[in-house]
């Protein structure tokens, strides 16, 4: 199985309201990732899961809040967003070191959240 | 942070024709690796490079690395229809779980 699935599809939301993006993947991988894309843009790293411990936070505002309750999980807690933050959220694994010679990240199809 | 600079942009061919795309650097790397990303979807690994290699083969697709002008080239040959999409290349600077640094990207289409 070399899927990373990604639960919602399509999420709206107010600026009020507390939602979850999921992602799950059965690969073995122990390292995953979240990322933002905007509209014609490139996707940019927000955060980084290693054996279920947070490596890599890129100055991500505290409204996202990540949570990787096993090694095939990983949630992004929503609260208080900004229309600004309306994008495509993407999830991925990878295995964990170079020298397993597979470092190449795997992507779900990702959640696009439209804040209103 | 966006470290890849892909160039074209955009990029327009008709099916049959060879499709080649650049992307620039600025940091050293361990690895240059290439996306695809059809209409607004989940990315798709293309092919990896490390950084002591200088040219690599899968399939359809040619990638070549120049460290020294930090700098990497895509082509695919033979385009088919269902390769329009957005090509991504994409740099790991460290080793273990880092995220990557992806550029700009070409978004490519074919013409049938």
């Known amino acids: 199985d070399t899927e990373v699935t990604q639960t919602p599809k399509h999420l709206v939301m107010g600026m009020t309201n507390k939602k979850s993006l999921k992602c799950e993947q059965h690969?073995?991988?122990?390292?995953m990732y979240w990322y933002k894309q905007k509209a014609k843009k490139p996707p940019e790293l927000m955060f980084v899961y290693s054996y279920e411990k947070l490596s890599i936070n890129e100055s991500v505002p505290s409204r996202f809040s990540p949570e990787c309750p096993n090694s095939s999980l990983l949630n992004l807690h929503l609260h208080a967003l900004q229309p600004e933050d309306s994008a495509l959220y993407l999830c991925?694994?990878?295995?964990?070191?170079?020298?397993?010679?597979?470092?190449?990240?795997?992507f779900g199809p990702g959640t696009r959240l439209t804040v209103t | 942070s966006q470290q890849g600079e892909e160039d074209p942009q955009a990029l327009s061919i008709q099916e049959g024709e060879n499709a080649t795309m650049n992307c620039s650097y600025k940091t050293s790397i361990n690895n240059l690796q290439w996306y695809r990303q059809n209409s607004g979807r989940g990315l798709v690994h293309l092919i990896l490079i490390r950084s002591n290699e200088r040219e690599k083969h899968s399939g359809r697709l040619r990638v070549t690395l120049d460290t020294s002008k930090k700098s990497s080239s895509l082509l695919i040959t033979a385009s088919r229809a269902a390769d329009t999409a957005s090509y991504f290349c994409a740099t790991v600077d460290g080793g273990g779980a880092d995220g990557l640094t992806f550029g700009k990207g070409t978004h490519l289409i074919i013409q049938p």
């Open positions: 991925a694994s990878s295995h964990q070191f170079m020298t397993s010679g597979r470092i190449e990240q795997y």
């Open positions: 690969m073995g991988h122990r390292a």
